[in-house]
């Protein structure tokens, strides 16, 4: 396709409407995908009953795939253009969200997930390689990465309000389907209007860095996931712990080696791109974190309707839209700690706050200035941290940059729900478990609430107390124990950012070098 000077926009003159529409479409497009699963958790559990790690591995599904695949697709969009890569990924997508949508059961909605994972791991680096590659000046780049940061955001309110309506009026698999749509009408227009970029100079394939990464960052997740059902000291969680820090060690020494690395470590030695790095991982788990807790809270331990996830996800997600013009401009003119200092405080005040609700209390009125700030500080975080990155390489590595920082994005995202749902699980169930030792209710009673909890985790023992008159007493204690384990997710969710936040403002107190300057150091 040509780039005929008739088709340029005032966004810049590499720039033209039809990639920039196509981009900006993608992303949105990977991030409802990413986000649908955890607005539905309440209807997977009454309607799949899945039990112990399975509600998690059901977000997990999609997450897994993004994290470990999205450098490899950084590459190939590097060396075989990004547009082949923009109507592959949607066309997977909608695959997968199809296969989503006529699950019978748990392990087929994993399968529609993972693939729909591998068609965003696709989408997320090369959606913000091609803008970003076509842009010419710092300013024009702060504009495009704002715009691109809040597309995201605005595909993270949107897919509660999607998962919301259809549960309301439909069915849960309205959602998959209606998703599936979108991916399609995402692949025609990035077929007919993008123009394709490349960066094949001194690329190559890094089959023994993809292969390492790919099985450390699994077999770590794996480990986290299923630490609470399987116990942290079984023979199974343990060998994958040590195969996932074998499988690390050998990704970095892969690199090192490596004639065309599939990741330059040297990208590291720049003191921002490296704190971006360690922000995007802990900062953007606390996000994900945050939005997996208030999605149980809300669902399967409150049983909520699927309208009130669907809102709550809004605080959380659309501020950026809002946000936009300003974004844009503190892009600009803010040091880049001080931006993502702020950020990361606002969404630890919010986090903290929301550890305080009692679980009885189901007002929604109680949730909206705690979310709202974490909502807030993620609008600022997500677009100071991607902005951070990228300026700071060349323009020749900005395939690269786009798809590190993307990876390690979702690899925060993807840990969010594996470590909460394993910290608040675990915390619960034992929670349970001394509270149903010490009351008062019968032996037989308490010998089926063991049984239960034993077979299916807390969140089965409080579904089944809820549904049957016999478990009833029961139900106190589950929802107390729930609430106990949730809210501990919620504090280390607000100490990841806090954490994030010092370390920006400590280490961040110039401002970033631009991608120009970047690029005379190197």
């Known amino acids: 396709m040509t780039t005929e000077p008739s088709t340029r926009t005032a966004v810049g003159r590499g720039l033209t409407t039809g ?74 997508l909608a695959v997968g969200e199809l296969v989503s949508a006529t699950a019978s059961g748990v392990h087929q909605l994993w399968t529609g997930q993972a693939l729909a994972g591998l068609g965003a791991a696709s989408l997320f680096p090369t959606s913000l390689a091609v803008l970003a590659a076509a842009t010419t000046s710092a300013t024009q780049r702060a504009r495009v990465i704002a715009m691109w940061a809040a597309l995201l955001s605005t595909g993270g309110f949107l897919a509660p309000l999607l998962g919301g309506i259809t549960a309301t009026y439909g069915s849960w698999r309205w959602s998959f389907v209606v998703v599936t749509a979108i991916a399609a009408v995402s692949a025609a227009v990035s077929a007919l209007f993008t123009v394709d970029s490349s960066a094949p100079e001194g690329r190559s394939l890094d089959v023994a860095g993809q292969l390492t990464i790919g099985l450390g960052l699994f077999a770590l997740l794996y480990a986290i996931i299923q630490g609470p059902t399987d ?33 330059r ?21 606390a996000f994900l974190g945050t939005a997996y807790s208030v999605s149980i809270r809300l669902g399967p331990v ?10 709550a996800f809004v605080l959380l997600n659309g501020v950026a839209l809002a946000m936009l013009p300003l974004t844009e401009r503190l892009l600009r003119t803010v040091a880049p700690g001080l931006l993502l200092g702020a ?49 700071t390489v060349p323009v020749r590595l900005a395939g690269m940059a786009s798809a590190t920082t993307n990876l390690l994005r979702d690899f925060g995202f993807t840990l969010g729900p594996a470590v909460i749902g394993a910290v608040a699980l675990s915390r619960a169930a ?20 063991a049984a239960v909890l034993e077979e299916g985790g807390p969140l089965a023992v409080n579904g089944a107390s809820a549904a049957s008159p ?53």
Not at 63 to 89: N, Q, S
Not at 265 to 285: C, E, I, K, P, T
Not at 349 to 374: E, K, M, N, Q, R
Not at 430 to 449: E, H
């Open 19 to 92: 990639t920039l529409v196509a981009g900006l479409l993608a992303v949105c497009l990977a991030q409802v995908g990413l986000a649908i699963p955890a607005t539905l958790n309440g209807l997977f559990q009454s309607d799949l009953h899945p039990v112990g790690s399975q509600l998690t591995w059901i977000s997990d599904a999609f997450l897994l795939p993004v994290a470990v695949l999205e450098l490899t697709f950084g590459l190939l969009g590097d060396l075989f253009g990004r547009k082949r890569l923009l109507i592959g990924g949607a066309s997977l």
């Open 265 to 285: 470590l040297d990208l590291f030695r720049n003191r921002a791109f490296a704190v971006a790095s360690v922000v995007a991982v802990v900062g953007m788990f």
């Open 343 to 391: 950020g990361l405080l606002l969404m630890a005040a919010g986090d903290y706050w929301t550890a305080t609700l009692p679980i009885t209390d189901t007002a929604f009125t109680s949730l909206i200035l705690p979310l709202g700030l974490v909502g807030l500080g993620f609008a600022i975080t997500v677009s100071s941290i991607t902005a951070t990155a990228v300026n």
């Open 430 to 449: 034992s929670s349970f478990s001394d509270s149903l030792t010490d009351s008062a209710l019968p032996q037989a009673l308490k010998g089926a609430g």
């Open 470 to 522: 016999k478990l009833a007493d029961l139900h106190p204690l589950a929802l107390d124990a729930l609430g106990r384990g949730y809210s501990i997710g919620f504090v280390v969710c607000g100490s990841a950012a806090l954490f994030s936040a010092l370390l920006a403002l400590v280490t961040l107190r110039g401002r970033a070098a631009s991608r120009d300057e970047s690029s005379e150091q190197r």
């Open 231 to 263: 116990g942290w000291a079984s023979p199974s969680i343990v060998i994958a712990f040590v195969l996932a820090a074998a499988f690390l060690a050998a990704f970095v020494l892969a690199e090192k080696h490596a004639k065309s690395p599939l990741l």
């Open 302 to 311: 409150q049983d909520q309707a699927p309208m009130r996830t669907a809102l």
